[in-house]
Nanobody
Framework: QLQLVESGGGLVQPGGSLRLSCAVS????????IVWFRQAPGKEREGVLC????????YYADSVKGRFTISRDNAKNTVYLQMNNLKPEDTGVYYC???????????????WGKGTLVTVST
């Protein structure tokens, strides 16, 4: 069964760090990219960054450059999103999604996880 399952969200203070995981099953990461999206309350879902299947990264949100990094462990079928120096504006539900190529357009993704909530607050 094809699945993407996010985990690792939670409440963190500004300046703190979290590592999100996207565990996939039913397909190989060798052939697909994983895109991380986020949706803040009352806002549209936005692309954050994309993990290429050749270990490259494409950033879609300028605000996370220098703070967020992505990595993948194909053997564990897991993609990680390391988020450092978190800010209140990073608050939202974070989703991972699958596609054949990188894109920031949610409508182009073919499978989604259910999301994990990240709250950055004092």
């Amino acid at each position: 069964q094809l699945q993407l399952v996010e985990s690792g969200g939670g409440l963190v203070q500004p300046g703190g760090s979290l590592r999100l995981s996207c565990a996939v099953s039913g397909f190989s990461l060798d052939y697909y990219v994983i895109v991380w999206f986020r949706q803040a309350p009352g806002k549209e879902r936005e692309g954050v960054l994309c993990s290429h299947n050749n270990d490259g990264t494409t950033y879609y949100a300028d605000s996370v450059k220098g703070r967020f990094t992505i990595s993948r462990d194909n053997a564990k079928n897991t993609v990680y999103l390391q988020m450092n120096n978190l800010k209140p504006e990073d608050t939202g539900v974070y989703y991972c999604a699958r596609n054949g190529g990188c894109s920031s357009r949610p409508e182009f993704m073919d499978y989604w996880g259910k999301g994990t909530l990240v709250t950055v607050s004092t």
